[in-house]
């Protein structure tokens, strides 16, 4: 069997030849002109000096020769929506609309700004959505809407945690099914729940009476209150005797039986006194001429 041949690629290659070593030596020597030129242009910089000026000359700095206009740097960003002065901007809009700062718009192009649609902004006018935003009985229907189905679950939660006859209503599938009877069923069970509760509340008020009688007799018999029957028996006692009359009408008794009103009021007058409301007599009392 011959020997396998070894690849080209897989021998070492030698000693370079002369046509390698040529483009080597040249490639040095350009690099080694580019540095001494540019060794060479950094020192003239350094060391250069104009010999026309004198050093006092040329250490001033040279004027600008260019004649354009040098706007100094704000000092803050300024649009010109909002310049630093106050600039009267001459007005191409109708009074109460936004200020344009271009030529006049057409009537075409401002139907067409209120028609468009920017983003993150409120619906513009005619369009479905605007109309539903600003419709005053839409929001009425749904907030009614809301308020009524919240009292409703409301409502049928505590009637079924509270009524013993919250077994008897029908269930919610029976209301799509037979809407009449599923109605009528939970009107019936209300009805019982309502005559029910009257009793308890029936009942309860009896047992608050009885209870208070019980507790008034229990006083009457250990003294520590009057029987009614004495109590009304001494009220007619005082109103046969006279007790129970108040000075107002003892003196209208006696305006009576002296002679009337005028009588008295005559005396009154002369004496310089005047009956006051609880029938007393007291002196006129008079401060600058004014009683």
């Given amino acids: 069997?011959?020997?396998?041949?070894?690849?080209?690629?897989?021998?070492?290659?030698?000693?370079?030849?002369?046509?390698?070593?040529?483009?080597?030596?040249?490639?040095?020597?350009?690099?080694q002109q580019q540095q001494q030129q540019r060794q060479a242009l950094a020192l003239s910089s350094t060391t250069r000096r104009s010999f026309s000026e004198s050093p006092s000359l040329a250490a001033r700095p040279k004027r600008v020769t260019d004649k354009s206009r040098i706007l100094s740097q704000p000092d803050k960003f300024r649009p010109p929506s909002h310049p630093q002065r106050l600039v009267t901007p001459v007005r191409t809009t109708p009074a109460g609309q936004p200020v344009?700062?271009?030529?006049?718009?057409?009537?075409?192009?401002?139907?067409?700004?209120?028609k468009k649609q920017y983003p993150?902004?409120?619906?513009?006018?005619?369009?479905?959505?605007?109309?539903?935003?600003?419709?005053?009985?839409?929001?009425?229907?749904i907030a009614m809407g809301i308020l009524t189905s919240l009292a409703t679950f409301t409502f049928t939660t505590n009637?079924?945690?509270?009524?013993?006859?919250?077994?008897?209503?029908?269930s919610w599938s029976d209301l799509i099914t037979h809407p009449i009877d599923t109605v009528s069923q939970a009107m019936h069970v209300y009805r019982m729940h309502v005559q029910h509760e009257s009793m308890r509340v029936r009942?309860?008020?009896?047992?608050?009476?009885?209870?208070?009688?019980?507790?008034?007799?229990?006083?009457?018999?250990?003294g520590l209150e009057e029987a009614?029957?004495?109590?009304?028996?001494?009220?007619?006692?005082?109103?046969?005797?006279?007790?129970?009359?108040?000075?107002?009408?003892?003196?209208v008794a006696e305006i009576a039986a002296g002679g009337g009103v005028g009588a008295v009021a005559a005396t009154?007058?002369?004496?310089?006194?005047?009956?006051?409301w609880e029938g007393k007599k007291k002196p006129v009392k008079k401060w600058l001429g004014i009683w």
């Fill in 203 to 222: 009942e309860q008020r009896h047992r608050r009476v009885e209870d208070a009688e019980k507790r008034r007799q229990y006083r009457v018999a250990h």
């Fill in 228 to 251: 009614p029957e004495a109590k009304k028996k001494e009220g007619e006692m005082g109103v046969e005797s006279g007790d129970a009359q108040s000075p107002v009408a003892a003196d």
């Fill in 1 to 31: 069997m011959p020997p396998a041949s070894i690849p080209r690629f897989l021998l070492p290659r030698g000693l370079p030849s002369a046509q390698a070593l040529r483009t080597l030596r040249k490639q040095a020597s350009q690099q």
């Fill in 159 to 170: 009637f079924k945690a509270t009524s013993p006859f919250a077994h008897l209503l029908p």
């Fill in 120 to 141: 993150n902004m409120f619906p513009p006018e005619g369009t479905v959505m605007f109309k539903f935003l600003t419709s005053r009985w839409i929001h009425v229907w």
């Fill in 268 to 276: 009154a007058v002369e004496e310089k006194e005047f009956v006051d």
């Fill in 100 to 114: 344009n700062y271009g030529r006049a718009l057409t009537a075409e192009e401002r139907e067409a700004q209120n």
